[in-house]
């Protein structure tokens, strides 16, 4: 894993936002940027998540491609505060 931290995390998501050639962002998980999520489910505890992939995943998490989603599982991750509040 890779500890971007909240501020990274913002700027790359800021970055993303514009990078049409991106097709996938991984956060313990690969999860498309371009194609639809194939599973209604995501389980991403116990991936040393920090703060900065929480954020990551919220906006993921806005995108239409993440509409299928109806479950998702952060346990065991140190998220802190402001990945808590992001989510």
Same mark, same amino acid.
């Given at each position: @894993? &890779? ?5 990274? !995390?913002? $700027?790359?998501? =800021?970055?993303?936002?514009? $990078? /049409?050639?991106?097709? %996938?962002? &991984? %956060?313990? @998980? ?7 999520? =194939?599973? *209604?489910?995501? *389980?991403? /505890? =116990?991936?040393?998540? *920090?703060?900065?992939? $929480?954020?990551?995943? #919220? ?6 491609? /993440? #509409? #299928?989603?109806?479950?998702?599982? %952060?346990?065991? &991750?140190?998220?802190? =505060?402001?990945?808590?509040? !992001?989510?």
């Amino acid at each position: @894993q &890779n500890p971007i931290g909240a501020p990274g !995390a913002t $700027a790359l998501v =800021e970055a993303l936002k514009t $990078a /049409s050639s991106i097709e %996938i962002i &991984n %956060i313990g @998980q690969p999860l498309p940027l371009k194609l639809q999520y =194939e599973s *209604d489910c995501l *389980d991403l /505890s =116990e991936k040393q998540m *920090d703060a900065g992939q $929480a954020i990551i995943l #919220a906006w993921w998490l806005s995108l239409p491609v /993440s #509409a #299928a989603l109806t479950s998702l599982t %952060i346990a065991q &991750n140190d998220i802190g =505060e402001r990945g808590g509040t !992001a989510l």
